[in-house]
C-alpha cells in the first residue's frame, strides 16, 4: 500500500494487484463484515502507522460521518486538542466504501477538505 498527496491536494492509496487479490478474498468470504468500519481501519492501517491519523469529524465541526484522514499538526496534552495541517474526506461512503472501491480499481482517493 502506498499513499501520496496529490498537487490537486487529493490524498490517493493504492495498492499492487496482490494486495487487491487479497482484498477481494477478504470481501468474498463475508461481504457484509468487509462493508464494516472495522474492517476500513483494518484495511488502512499502514496509512494512519505512517503519518496520517483517523479524525473525529466533530474535532473539525465537519458535519458528516464520512471517514476522513488527517495529517496531525499539533497535539496539546494539557486539553487533548489536535490540530491538523491538512484534511482528507470520503464523500462517497453512502454508496461505496474506501475499502471496497480500493478492493474494486485498485485505488481510492480521499478529497482534500479546505476550510
Known sequence: MKFEILADG???ITIDAEAQKELQEMYDCDPNRFMKDETMYTVFEFVVCNGLSWVDPSDIGAMTEA???GVVSTYNEDTDK???EQVFWYPDYCVISPQEELCKYGKVI???ATD
Open 10 to 12: 487529493n490524498l490517493e
Open 67 to 69: 471517514p476522513i484522514l
Open 82 to 84: 489536535i490540530t491538523y
Open 110 to 112: 480521499f478529497q482534500g
